[in-house]
């Protein structure tokens, strides 16, 4: 079990790390296609400035008509920056949305991804363990959502169970026998402690089958909770 998890934590790790990267990526590549796009974007004031060096380079053209031309290219080349001011704000604007469909499309993926490989554990396994809750004073256990009634001797045994994997611990029959009975390991049986276990996994077994298997419908009878298109007999 400690292998099982060190080794999902560092499957998450690389994952997350993975996805960092494709993130950092994706928004490198977007800021690049932007750079080089504004750079080969021509100037606003070019053509003012080309109209302009025209008429200095060419002292012969002068007269009202000459000056009338100049003011119409003049309104013209200001329309032109005008309109390429605002073709590179809905550039920059397009460049952020797809920046954020990018990115939003790589964390679902990865979503989808990790989802799909959960659920194919979860199949694998039948029933995954998420959180576990054990009353003493109730004489019951709490598996996921769904509760189960044991006896004081079973809830002893998971109790112990529990706590020696929250210290990452493997006990033996004899040592579970021994920290219920208060007594010594060595004074203890193995084949007690084993009992205790039996007993144990056949009253949360039974009470787990008939929960997700076997159900009892009052004055009716027993069905089993599972879909027709589910069941295969060979």
């Not at 954020?100 to 799909?116: C, D, K, R, Y």
């Amino acid at each position: 079990m400690p292998d099982n998890s060190s080794s999902a934590t560092e499957t998450l790790r690389r994952g997350s790390r993975v996805l960092g990267f494709g993130l950092a990526a994706i928004v490198l590549l977007l800021l690049g296609a932007a750079v080089l796009l504004f750079l080969s974007l021509p100037d606003a004031n070019a053509f003012n400035a080309r109209v302009e060096r025209i008429f200095i380079e060419n002292d012969a053209l002068i007269g009202p008509e000459v000056i009338r031309l100049l003011e119409i290219l003049a309104q013209s080349g200001t329309a032109f920056a005008d309109v390429l001011t605002s073709y590179r704000i809905i550039i920059f604007v397009l460049l952020v949305f797809a920046a954020a469909l990018l990115i939003a499309a790589l964390v679902f993926l990865v979503v989808i991804l990790g989802l799909n490989r959960r659920m194919s554990e979860i199949q694998r396994q039948g029933i995954e363990v998420s959180s576990l809750l054990i009353s003493r004073a109730e004489n019951a256990v709490v598996l996921n959502d769904m509760t189960f009634k044991l006896t004081e001797a079973a809830i002893e045994t998971l109790a112990v169970l529990a706590e020696a994997r929250m210290d990452d611990e493997v006990m033996t029959g004899a040592q579970i026998e021994a920290v219920i009975s208060g007594r010594d390991a060595a004074d203890c049986d193995e084949a007690a402690g084993a009992t205790r276990i039996k007993r144990l996994r056949d009253a949360l077994g039974n009470q787990l089958v008939s929960e997700l298997l076997v159900k009892n419908i009052a004055r009716k009878g027993y069905v089993l909770s599972v879909g027709k298109d589910t069941i295969r007999m060979i």
